[in-house]
């Protein structure tokens, strides 16, 4: 019997993300890439029973923190386990690169402040074999996963990395400090990373208490390493903030993306 596909996926309620509705159909893969989809009359090697159930393509995750449990398992569970097929990390400025060795436990400690990940288990799993963020993304290079992944340059180990304790105290970002930080953002994204990420809320502390490095960086910081992805010619922009006068926030905002060139997102609702 010919078998022209790989995978038949029979009788399913498809939703493709159009935003069209919902309809009944077969659909084919051949080589990993959707080959058909409609009323499919060749066989495949591999056939699933899909009625009553719904297929939709693989869920994108543009809102993880992945970035630890990355470095040392193949699976990205709980997302993995519900429909995610590609991840985004390093969001809200918090990850674990760069970063220089006398920093590692200042970085574990913002992130189990700001997402709650147990310092033992961060301490315990990070095998630390990289201080660049280009060096972080070889080292994820040399994994294996069960999804896809895509990692950002956080900026509190960015600014930390730059300024050292100066980053940490929250002082604010001298030219030089800039300039070096826009020129690792710039190297980040040319290495793979999506884009730059940072936080602006008092919701973001370390698990000691301290509110994180980013949280006052100045506007003249903020557009010189979004400049630093302007000179890459790619990489994206997310921001969490309190908005606490929303007028003068989203006007920065808006002169960052209007000089630098780049998308922007924010979060917009917090719990």
Known sequence: MDRPYDLVIRGGRVIDGSGGAAFEADVAVKDGLIAAVGAVAGAGVEEIDARGRIVTPG????HTHYDGQATWDGRMTPSSWHGVTTVVMGNCGVGFAPCRAADHDRLIKLMEGVEDIPFPVLAEG????WESYPDYLDALEERRFDIDIGGQLPHAALRVFVMGQR????EPATAADIA???????GAVEA???GFTTSRTLNHRT???AP????TAGEDELTGIALGLAAAGR????????FTDPKLQFAILRRIVERSGRPLSFTLAQS
Not at 180 to 186: L, P, T, V
């Open 212 to 215: 994180t490095p980013t949280l």
């Open 126 to 129: 990070l095998p630390w074999t």
């Open 167 to 170: 980053g940490a105290d929250r």
């Open 235 to 242: 990489g994206v922009l997310q921001v969490v903030s309190d």
């Open 59 to 62: 869920f994108v995750d543009i």
């Open 180 to 186: 070096a930080m826009a020129a690792i953002a710039r």
């Open 192 to 194: 793979g990373a999506l």
């Open 207 to 209: 698990s000691d208490g």
